[in-house]
């Protein structure tokens, strides 16, 4: 049951017997808690004796990857590596491409086991792998409550026709099946790298100093912080999550999307520990942490353009291109944007929040990406500014909650609205918006201290 659905891919290559380890390449799920993979990876070890070598590849070529990102997984990824080698499982780290790490690894492995990439660059690693791997190659799906083949077999119009598909679904993957402890029979492994990762200094400090204006940010790293990231929401502030009504308060979101994007903890075990709680909210978190985040995934994996402004609907794309001519008001260049250098005192305040923490409120990610929209001449030019600042930016970009997000800015996901300038019929939205809806003075405080 474990496993049930959760392997998105096995073949039947010949086992290695001879092999000296069980390879799995973590690349998602960077946690012990409820990793399907690393369990299977176990359950392998166990089967054939042999210990288990975790591989985790830090890849410098991956589209937006900078150091912010880098110096975020290797915090975490350090406190991961103890805790695996006190279960007597070693994690090795290499620099480079996947696709040649894993296969350099496996030359001396039984099988090798993986997580589910979505991304597209994600995914062709991955069918590289398939085709040049000589041992069993095995992914799991650990990473979304419903494997997204079986949510749906289609891309999902918006967040109600998925729901109606996930509403019998989900209760059969929140099952409270307890994923046994880590525990290998077999510890006879030779250490590989036992060099201290973070923080990383010397040669391999140089090779994660990939944007130089990308600086690291200090936002809690690890499995746990993740836990108690989420215990502290669900204690102190899932009360107040409906309401929303200020954008700084603590505990009006929960923080957990950097944790989710690194696979620091599963969005299984956030959502049990969240049904034990009372709150008249559990509902709408649940909300956005499966019917929004799965779209999402949804989103990326049917469709082949998530990451261009091909990928909307095409009454969104035909709208935007017969408006693309309207008077912009105002224009500005992917530098200005960059430098949060606007007439408009939220959208900078919102963009600083970006550049500063890597984070940014939700509700003013809606604001901020339609707003590029309406500041950048070309919608196509917009959609991949957009794209391109949140992804560098974000401790959380480069997920498929950043192409969901940006797509919905430009009418993914949406209906069309009354047709208005520069919009067409995609939904606008405006500052007098913000200010009924929350204090934004004390936003502009909290940005301003920052
Ligand atoms: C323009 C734009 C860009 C975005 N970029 C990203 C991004 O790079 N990375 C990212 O993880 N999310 C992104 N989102 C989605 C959402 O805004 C964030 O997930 C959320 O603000 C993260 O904060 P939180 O964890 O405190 O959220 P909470 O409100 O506490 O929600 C809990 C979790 O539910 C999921 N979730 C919440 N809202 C959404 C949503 N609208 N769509 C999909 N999943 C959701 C996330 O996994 C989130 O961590 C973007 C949204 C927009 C409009």
Known sequence: MIYQNRIKYADNKPVNLAGEYVLYWMEH????????????????????????????????????????????????????????????????????????????????????????????????????????????????????????????????????????????????????????????????????????????????????????????????????????????????????????????????????????????????????????ESSE?????????????ELAYNFVWYNQNYDSFESLPDWAKKTLLEHSRDDRPYLYTHDQLESAETHDKYWNAAMKELLITGMMNGYMRMYWGKKILEWVPDPVEAYSIALHLNNIYGIDGFNPNSYAGIAWCFGMHDRPWKTRDVFGSVRYMNARGLERKYDMEAYLEYVDKL
């Open 281 to 293: 909210n559990v509902e709408v978190f649940l909300e956005q942490l499966i019917v929004r985040r």
């Open 29 to 276: 799920s960077q946690r012990i808690k409820e990793n399907t993979s690393l369990l299977y990876a176990i359950d392998s070890a166990n089967k054939y004796n042999k210990p288990i070598l975790v591989l985790f590849v830090l890849n410098p070529y991956s589209p937006y990857h900078n150091n912010r990102h880098f110096q975020y997984m290797l915090q975490g990824l350090s406190l991961l590596r103890k805790n695996l080698f006190a279960g007597g499982i070693q994690l090795h780290l290499d620099v480079g491409l996947p696709v040649d790490y894993v296969l350099e690894h496996s030359l001396k492995a039984v099988e090798v086991v993986g997580d589910v990439g979505y991304l597209r660059e994600e995914r062709r690693t991955r069918e590289t792998l398939k085709t040049k791997l000589k041992v069993p190659f095995t992914l799991i799906e650990s990473d979304v409550i419903v494997p997204v083949e079986f949510a749906s077999d289609k891309e999902e119009y918006n967040a109600r026709t998925i729901r109606s598909k996930l509403q019998d679904k989900v209760p059969l993957f929140l099952d409270k099946i307890e994923i046994p402890e880590v525990k290998v029979h077999s510890l006879d492994l030779e250490i590989k790298n036992s060099f201290s990762f973070y923080p990383p200094t010397g040669e391999f400090s140089k090779k994660l100093m990939i944007n130089h204006n990308v600086k690291s940010v200090s936002y809690p790293s690890g499995e746990k912080w993740a836990y108690n990231t989420t215990k502290v929401f669900l204690t102190n502030g899932l009360s107040s999550y409906k309401m929303g009504k200020n954008l700084v308060a603590d505990g009006y979101q929960s923080g957990l999307s950097p944790f989710l994007h690194y696979g620091q903890i599963s969005p299984k075990r956030i959502a049990n520990l969240a049904k034990e």
